[in-house]
């Protein structure tokens, strides 16, 4: 995991304090397509025209405080592609608020690359000053969750661009008043945000902890979910638990539950996630790019006829 740097020049004006502390609604956002997660293993091909690729996530932290080479690679992919930051240490969940320093570039950095929304986790990463490493899954409760959504709505407004929060996953689960659903629902009544609704996440979160799947879809606000993520994992045979490694072809479960939440709301954006054992032949991974956009096309036609 990357860390950002923390704390501010002294002095300075950042994106934070100067942003117009208005929400930002995420109805009206564009529609991606089918996408995948720009990593340095792949990237010939996601460059080559051969490929069907319709938009790029790129991991924020890699960029936010990079020297002008580095943030040149976004220019050049911008020409071609739609971006969208995701992070990993927004901290959404920790007591502090973050860092202005962090907003301010990350503020620029979603102008530079005119990116439609920008994402974080439903987590913590820090706490008192330490990074923890890892993305922690918060206490369910809802003072928690009502202070976790004010929060993240003035982090939105502060950037001046949609920001979506993402569900992790956990292996271990305290007892908590609140279901994960039911947390998340909460979380979005305190603020304007969307949902980056992981697909593999929930699915192997409802596995290992034998909650159901399809009563998460009942119970979190589906109309906020703007975009999916789609990956495999590894792991669920002689009673061990299912890990998100991002490290295998999407199962048939989660290629499930995305025609499902399809056929509950107009979602505007997949992203394929491979982080590690990628496969010798891109076709793959095209394939996958291509099932997705044959899904999320197709719902996107029959909502289209029903209106």
């Known amino acids: 995991m990357t860390t950002a740097p923390s704390g501010s020049a002294p002095g300075a004006t950042t994106a934070a304090t100067t942003a117009a502390a208005t929400a930002v609604p995420v109805t009206g956002l564009p529609y991606l397509g089918s996408g ?91 706490a008192a000053g330490v990074a923890l490493g890892t993305l922690t899954p918060l206490p369910r409760t809802r003072d928690i969750a009502r202070e976790v959504g004010r929060r993240a709505q003035r982090v939105q407004a502060a950037v001046g661009r949609p920001l979506i929060l993402e569900n992790v996953t956990y292996y271990i689960d305290l007892l908590s008043p609140l279901s994960e659903a039911q947390f998340i629902a909460e979380v979005m009544e305190h603020c304007e945000c969307g949902l980056l609704l992981d697909l593999t996440n929930l699915d192997i979160n409802a596995r290992n902890h034998g909650y159901s799947a399809m009563e998460f879809l009942d119970t979190i606000p589906v109309e906020r979910v703007v975009q999916v993520h789609l990956a495999g994992g590894t792991g669920g045979e002689d009673d061990h638990m299912d890990l998100d490694t991002h490290s295998e072809p999407v199962p048939p479960a989660v290629w499930d539950l995305l025609a499902e939440l399809l056929d509950r709301a107009p979602v505007r954006a997949t992203l394929l996630e491979r982080d590690q054992n990628f496969p010798d032949d891109f076709g793959e991974l095209q394939a996958e790019l291509d099932h997705a956009r044959r899904i999320l096309d197709g719902a996107r036609a029959v909502r289209a006829g029903v209106r």
Do not use: M, Q
Request: charged share 30%; glycine share 4%.
């Open 36 to 126: 995948i997660g720009y990593r340095a293993e792949i990237k010939d091909a996601v460059d080559s025209p051969a490929n069907r690729v319709d938009w790029l996530e790129v991991i924020t932290e890699h960029y936010l405080f990079a020297p002008p080479d580095v943030r040149d690679v976004l220019h050049r992919l911008r020409r071609r592609f739609r971006i969208v930051p995701h992070g990993l240490e927004l901290s959404i969940g920790a007591p502090r608020e973050p860092s202005p320093r962090y907003l301010d570039a990350l503020a620029r950095l979603v102008d530079e690359i005119d990116a439609p929304w920008f994402s974080d986790h439903l987590c913590f990463t820090r």
